[in-house]
């Protein structure tokens, strides 16, 4: 089963910075769009933003435009989310998310999930 994974998350204070990594050696990363995705306990999943397979200019929720950033190695073959001025409420567990095409992978439907990476911005 093809799975991908998260790494970089952790625990950091409100107004610091995190940089989430997403890779796989099964899929090459150039033929998908890919988004992130975020649970926080007790919510809803909920879409953070989402890029095109070429890179271009990606979908932010509103909740995170201007402060995170997402983007792709293709060299490394990894997707990348880059989160700056954290607050308590990007507090989550996030995942990383790949398909065929921009919307299935935008609208939470995509068929690559990875297990998640913890996010923590305390008070």
């Known amino acids: 089963q093809v799975q991908l994974q998260e790494s970089g998350g952790g625990s950091v204070q409100s107004g610091g910075s995190l940089k989430l990594s997403c890779t796989t050696p099964e899929l090459t990363f150039d033929d998908y769009p890919m988004g992130w995705f975020r649970q926080a306990p007790g919510k809803k999943r909920e879409g953070v933003g989402c890029i095109s397979r070429l890179g271009g200019t990606p979908y932010y929720s509103d909740s995170v435009k201007g402060r995170f950033t997402i983007s792709r190695d293709r060299a490394k073959n990894t997707l990348y989310l880059q989160m700056n001025s954290l607050k308590p409420e990007d507090t989550a567990m996030y995942y990383c998310?790949?398909?065929?095409?921009?919307?299935?992978?935008?609208?939470?439907?995509?068929?690559?999930w990875g297990q998640g990476t913890q996010v923590t911005s305390p008070h």
């Open positions: 998310t790949a398909d065929r095409t921009f919307a299935t992978v935008c609208g939470g439907t995509g068929a690559y």
